[in-house]
Each structure stands twice: as structure tokens, then as C-alpha cells.
């Protein structure tokens, strides 16, 4: 079981930037990958970025690529979404997401482990 505890949301202006934080309760060893997906209201649920533990490589939406970077913290299991010349557009609860197991990282099917999200709000 991995257990997912998000933090870092809340409102900023547009332009501005927030960081959110995901802390995981896992090995390293057991971690394939860590994402963040976001839903907006009347929408579904979408990808944003995600880090392949291992490899370290990362992947990003195309509507946030340039704009936001997804780093990670070995010692602390921790993935930080950094997100920069925010857009009311990115207004949406963020989700933290884990998977132990190998698949398609911008998939959200991928990922047994979830986090509560957190609340994002953009304003314009």
C-alpha cells in the first residue's frame, strides 16, 4: 500500500507560481512512477507531468510544458510539481498519483495509488 499526502494548493494571481508537494509512504525501490493529473470543474479528469522514478525522466502536457517542472526528493519519497506563469485556465484540484507497477504514465488508469487533491485557483 502506498499512502499520498499532497500539499502546496491555493489561490494565486495569473503570472504567479505555486510549488505542490506529494509525499509518498513507499520504498523507493517499489515506485515506478509519480504524476500529477488535475480536474476541473465540468471536465474530466486530465495529465499534467510525471517522473519515472528510476530513470528520472519526466513527461509533461503540452499545455503546461515551459511552464511547469516536476522534481522529486529520494530520501524524503516526495514529487514536487513547481508551477510557474500560472493561467486561470490551470484552475482545477490537482492530483497527486503513484504507481508500482510498469504502464503508460500519462494514463491515469495507470495509477492504483491517489492522493486528495488539492485546490488550485488561478485568478485572472
Known amino acids: 500500500q502506498v499512502q499520498l499526502v499532497e500539499s502546496g494548493g491555493g489561490l494565486v494571481q495569473a503570472g504567479g507560481s505555486l510549488r505542490l508537494s506529494c509525499a509518498a509512504s513507499?520504498?523507493?525501490?517499489?515506485?515506478?512512477?509519480m504524476g500529477w493529473f488535475r480536474q476541473a470543474p465540468g471536465k474530466e479528469r486530465e495529465f499534467v507531468a510525471a517522473?519515472?522514478?528510476?530513470?528520472?525522466?519526466?513527461i509533461f502536457a503540452d499545455s503546461v510544458k515551459g511552464r511547469f517542472t516536476i522534481s522529486r526528493d529520494n530520501a524524503k519519497i516526495t514529487v514536487y510539481l513547481q508551477m510557474n506563469s500560472l493561467k486561470p485556465e490551470d484552475t482545477a484540484v490537482y492530483y497527486c498519483?503513484?504507481?508500482?507497477?510498469?504502464?503508460?504514465?500519462?494514463?491515469?488508469?495507470?495509477?492504483?495509488?491517489w492522493g486528495q487533491g488539492t485546490q488550485v485557483t488561478v485568478s485572472s
Open positions: 498519483a503513484a504507481t508500482t507497477a510498469w504502464g503508460m504514465v500519462t494514463i491515469a488508469s495507470t495509477y492504483g495509488y
Open positions: 513507499s520504498r523507493t525501490g517499489s515506485m515506478y512512477a
Open positions: 517522473l519515472v522514478w528510476g530513470a528520472g525522466s519526466t
